[in-house]
């Protein structure tokens, strides 16, 4: 079998062939998050979309199309699918022409020559990123999924007499720090990666990833339904929310409902809304859309793009979409959106001088000990000119 990840069905023309209505993925509708990345890179759960089709597909005969030549029986899959074994085992069963649907949303497909393509609807739950809510809403369940895969036999681990422990659903990795915390993995699992530190008065309650060489704070309260990337720091309060890999939000405030890129820094007191005053649902811009979408959620929080950050006591309102390569240093309610490349103060939206920015990128790869690589300029430089 050979398999193809796409981020848009319309390259193989189904609108015209299908024969009956139905949707399918657009890379824009989760931006700010894959202006620089694939979707197969952003992580939900413990593993990216890409690991978990490396893990889950190991026991199968599967060759992955670095181009998008067409073949017979070549199998599209959409690159916002979260893979399951029950979709892999739909997706063999796919002939030439198939279309797998799941509720009328367009989840693989296998080629034809002929042009004529067939619905088949799938009768399995399907996870799929359909838009940037989806990364938080999802990740709960996708720790638990990973977490099944990845632990074979999950049990109380030997830690310092200084924590507590409350159930044994844990999986700790060597060589972490940890004193004086409480882990709760009776409403979820707790997946922490090696070189993590904890610090004293943490309390941490599952699902809940912590990723290689992140650092949990003194006295931070994490709620469950998080995951934290790579070298990563946190702090306060924090539930419901992802936080990409080397970004800090390392002080005191709020996060909830909120997914914040790569390379990000939220300054200390930032804090974000995730609820209406009037308990209505909540909107959020879509790129995709070029226009407002409502969620459908109650609760929806903040959306910050990779390289952006935020001064001192900033303030996020509910469904606050901001993009990347910002810097906003307000103390009043930020605009709910934001574009990439943005300098917010005094009340003042500018465009962030280029230079500056990439000066501040350089030290800051210099400090977590990276290399900022070409190819990183390259995109980011592309992106300055189309957005400025």
């Known amino acids: 079998m050979k398999i193809f990840f796409t981020d848009c069905f319309d390259t193989i023309q189904l609108l015209d062939t299908l024969g009956s209505p139905f949707t399918s993925f657009n890379k824009k509708s989760l931006y700010p998050f894959t202006f620089l990345k694939s979707c197969l890179d952003l992580r939900v759960g413990v593993l990216t979309l890409r690991e978990k089709w490396q893990k889950i597909m190991s026991g199968y005969n599967v060759q992955y ?11 599209w899959v959409s690159a916002n699918v979260v893979p399951s074994t029950g979709l892999i085992a739909a997706i063999q069963q796919l002939n ?12 693989a497909c296998s080629y034809t020559r002929s042009g004529h393509y067939y619905a088949r609807e799938i009768e399995e739950k399907v996870h799929v990123l359909k838009g940037v809510e989806d990364l938080f809403l999802l990740t709960g369940a996708e720790i638990e999924n990973d977490f099944k895969l990845l632990v074979q036999d999950a049990q109380v681990p030997i830690v310092s007499a200084t ?23 009776m409403q979820g699992p707790i997946y922490i990666d090696e070189d993590v530190t904890i610090m004293e008065g943490a309390h941490l309650r599952g699902p ?25 720091v946190v702090g306060g309060e924090i539930g419901s929310s992802v936080i ?9 405030g709020y996060l909830g409902c909120s997914v914040i890129g790569d390379w990000c820094n939220l300054g200390a007191g930032t804090s974000n809304s995730n609820l209406k005053n009037n308990l209505k649902t909540v909107s959020i811009y879509d790129y995709a859309l070029n226009r407002n979408r409502d969620t459908g959620l109650l609760k929806c929080g903040s959306f910050i793009g990779d390289y952006t950050r935020l001064g001192i006591n900033s303030t996020l309102n509910t469904g606050t ?39 501040y990128v350089e030290a800051l790869y210099v400090s977590k000990g990276k290399v900022l690589t070409e190819q990183m300029k390259d995109k980011l430089n592309q992106l300055n000119k189309k957005y400025n």
């Open 96 to 107: 030439g022409g198939d279309v797998l649907l799941h509720e009328g949303y367009v989840l």
């Open 208 to 232: 809940l990833y912590l990723g290689k060489g992140a650092v949990v704070k003194m006295g931070t309260t994490i709620y469950g339904n998080v995951s934290v990337g790579e070298q990563s």
């Open 163 to 185: 924590n507590q422990l409350l159930g044994n659903r844990f999986y700790i990795a060597d060589k972490i720090s940890m004193e004086c915390a409480t882990l709760n993995s």
């Open 321 to 359: 979409v901001i993009g990347i390569a910002s810097m906003l240093a307000d103390t009043s309610f930020y605009a709910k959106f934001v574009p990439s490349f943005a300098w917010v103060f005094d009340g003042n939206t500018q465009t962030y001088a280029f230079d500056k920015f990439m000066a």
């Open 244 to 252: 990409g890999d080397f970004s800090a939000k390392g002080h005191h």
């Open 65 to 75: 199309l670095l181009t998008n030549e067409n073949e017979e029986g070549v199998v």
